[in-house]
């Protein structure tokens, strides 16, 4: 039941049922036979506005409790079906034969939820919180999916409890939602509601494109509480702690809870938190003189993310040696300085985080307290974090944000952060944004303000980006993350992306042009500049070609160790470089990036070449390697990287998964293993058994094991 606009925009109305679906992915019930579907879905890729090749029709029925979303995919040629994920929220769910559906429930055409399976069956799900900031595929809910085969194609069913959703007050209900889908075999993708193809793989999430979904009455307001309590027993060993210790038995426990002040304002709190479910972090190799960034991972933290990132910068874009610079803007809030403290885990005591919305605002208050811990040399510490954004005009918000932390990282005082952020969206592609920062601190009194002003034009065949940004040299958020300090910089970018028709295997063409330029703001001396040409090709098949051009120079003011042994002097090095990467398209059984690094690098020459993808043994079993083997040769001396990494992952079911990540890190030494089980026994309620194990392997280490662990922990998700 839907009718579609001279704009392609469809309105539908959702069905109540009177009992239950039985969630098998079959859509068998009658309720499929007497209700019309939805359908008529529009190419997003490779042509854009015309009619998906494959048809795909689409459900939306309620009852008092949950929301029910089906979806009939049919194909031409169902034998090519490509699906090769079952592990929960991996990204290459989203990249076989997918169907996904998202849900603006507050109508505001910005926010919204994201849930994703594959024709395995594969549970994919997502928390969007603005247009800009990205959506957190590691936020999770409880919500199930089934999918089957049928002769023409293949089914989906997806059940969502009113329970796992927020929206306003009241009980008839005006929602967005948009669905895609992906026909891998064919690289095409289309969607119900039609998407711009200058917004690329983001625009399932794009709202202010999505259809209007009308017709749903939601449950009348009742007790809104979620318990979560975990138990955990852990065996551990520490060789290089401060106080040595072997086969350490220890238990523990704790809670979170969750409570829907309204139907739109929740209050979550915990209490002695633990983390040890919690992967270890990819190893990297650092070649430049500034900080590295690694991504947040807790569960705690992620959920709610988007709500708190500042001036739309959340995870680093980018990297050294070519597709792209670093992304260079402050974090103002980063909540992986919560709990960590100088690289050593620091216990959680308790907390609490009201999120949500207030009329036209956005709302999140965050508030930590951290125990003391002699090993890692930290105070008892309170963090709290005040984030408010108001929607203005159709795609724009104005906010603010301010931050403090009651002990400071060098143990005395404490630390202030404050900033206000804009952000304006215009017509399809242009958006327009900027922000004005500064911070407090015990002994820093010269200038400690930091803002950015921001164009950008992002057209499918055109795109034009201009950054001007300045970090004054004691901006200082001691709850956020610099990568570079005291600093001025202008970024620009000129794109000429074609489509040519008669270019056999290509779909797109990009021609890039880049300018990074750095300086000191102290005395404005150059510290950085990169310039950087691009030629790429999208090919019908999935897969990439990208070559770089890269013209560099790096002024060092004091001696910079690149390497063990070798050291470079102070002074400017210009350096110019080729970048070549071939991607092989997720529809492979091999797939990934292959990377060739050439030219000069600092006062002599680098190569450096790299493998990072996936091998698919079977659809339950994949592997993950990360090669990287950078070889320099410098007149300071010579030296050689390597980054070895793997991880295997069986996979049984959506829910129940192990893997295994084993690390060489030869600038560091190290070697690492980590093996975790997570079975999801029930929705949002998981049992995981972690083994965990670091070792020095310099020659005649002192001692070769650094620590080992094993833990078992058991949570339990109550809900009333």
């Known amino acids: 039941m839907s009718v579609r606009d001279e704009q392609g925009r469809i309105t539908m109305r959702a069905v109540r ?27 997003q890729e490779p042509h854009e506005g015309e009619k998906a090749t494959e048809d795909t029709d689409f459900w939306v029925f309620y009852d008092d409790k949950n929301l029910y979303l089906a979806g009939r995919m049919w194909d031409s040629h ?60 590691d936020w999770n809910t409880v919500w199930d999916t089934r999918s089957a085969h049928f002769d023409q194609g293949w089914t989906s069913e997806m059940v969502i ?12 209900q005006v929602w967005s939602v948009n669905v895609r889908r992906i026909v891998r075999w064919k690289n095409e993708t289309s969607y119900l509601s039609p998407v711009p193809a200058s917004y690329g793989g983001p625009g399932a999430t794009r709202f202010n494109v999505a259809a209007t979904l009308v017709g749903i009455e939601v449950p009348s307001a009742s007790r809104n509480l979620e318990l979560k309590p975990y138990a955990i027993s852990e065996l551990l060993t520490n060789k290089v702690a401060a106080a040595p210790y072997t086969n350490d038995l220890k238990g523990d426990f704790g809670v979170d809870a969750k409570y829907g002040i309204t139907r739109s304002l929740t209050l979550d709190f915990t209490y002695n938190t633990d983390f040890a479910q919690v992967e270890e972090d990819e190893q990297q190799v ?46 103002l809030f980063f909540s992986r300085r919560i709990g960590l403290q100088n690289g050593v885990p620091t216990p959680i005591t308790a907390g609490g985080r009201l999120t949500g919305r207030l009329g036209g605002f956005s709302v999140g208050l ?36 301010a931050t403090n932390r009651s002990v400071g990282t060098s143990g005395t ?36 303000q930091s803002y950015r002003a921001q164009f950008e034009y992002n057209a499918d065949r055109y795109g034009v980006n201009y950054e001007r940004l300045k970090v004054g040299e004691d901006f200082n958020p001691e709850i956020g993350f610099l990568r570079r300090e005291n600093f001025r910089r202008h970024y620009g970018q000129l794109r000429f992306s074609p489509r040519p028709r008669r270019l056999l295997g290509v779909r797109k063409l990009y021609y890039e042009a880049n300018l990074d330029y750095i300086v000191n703001n102290t005395d404005g001396q150059i510290q950085s500049r990169l310039a950087q040409g691009t030629m790429k090709a999208d090919l019908q098949s999935g897969d990439q070609v990208e ?12 001696p910079f160790e690149i390497a063990k042994g070798v050291t470079l002097a102070p002074g400017g090095y210009g350096f110019n470089d080729v970048d070549a990467l071939y991607r092989l398209g997720p529809q492979r059984r091999v797939a990934g990036d292959l990377r060739v690094i050439r030219g000069n690098f600092y006062s002599g020459t680098r190569t450096e070449v790299s493998y990072s993808g996936r091998v698919e043994l079977t659809p339950r079993l994949s592997l993950e390697p990360r090669v990287s083997v950078s070889s320099a040769k410098l007149l300071e001396g010579d030296f050689v990287t390597k980054l070895l ?76």
């Open 78 to 137: 169902p034998e090519r079906l490509q699906a090769n994920e079952l592990r929960r929220d991996n990204r290459s769910i989203g990249q076989n034969d997918s169907f996904s559906v998202s849900l603006d429930t507050f109508y505001d055409r910005r926010s919204g939820y994201y849930f994703q399976t594959n024709s395995l069956g594969g549970i994919r799900d997502a928390l969007v919180a603005d247009e800009r900031s990205g959506n957190n595929f």
């Open 547 to 558: 070559l770089n051009y890269n013209r560099n120079y790096e002024a060092l003011t004091t």
């Open 286 to 331: 650092n070649l430049t003189r500034f900080s590295q960034f690694f991504p947040e991972r807790r569960d705690f933290f992620l959920e709610g993310q988007g709500l708190f990132q500042f001036a739309s910068v959340g995870a680093r874009g980018g990297g050294e040696g070519g597709g792209g610079a670093p992304n260079e803007t402050p974090l």
């Open 161 to 172: 409890p009113f329970k796992s959703l927020r929206y306003r007050q009241g009980g008839d």
């Open 645 to 720: 990494t793997n991880r295997a992952t069986f996979t049984l079911t959506p829910r129940v998964f192990a893997s295994g990540l084993v690390q060489y890190n030869s600038s560091t030494n190290a070697f690492s293993t980590n093996v975790r089980l997570r079975w999801e026994y029930r929705p949002g309620s998981d049992l995981f058994a972690v083994f965990s194990e670091g070792r020095d392997t310099t020659p005649n280490a002192r001692e070769p094991l650094q620590n080992r662990g094993f833990v078992v922990k058991y949570t339990r998700l109550f809900r009333f």
């Open 17 to 43: 049922i009177d009992k239950p679906l039985t969630l098998d992915g079959r859509l068998d019930e009658d309720i499929y036979r007497r209700t019309d579907p939805t359908n008529g879905f529009i190419q």
């Open 413 to 448: 005082g404490s630390n202030q952060a404050t900033g206000v952020d804009a952000n304006f969206g215009f017509y399809e592609n242009l958006n327009i944004g900027g922000y004005f920062a500064g911070t407090q601190s015990d002994g820093r009194d010269g200038d400690s």
């Open 366 to 401: 965050l508030d930590i307290q951290t125990a003391e811990d002699m090993l890692a040399n930290a105070q008892s510490t309170n963090f709290s974090v005040v984030r408010v954004k108001h929607d203005i005009l159709q795609r724009s918000s104005i906010g603010i944000i």
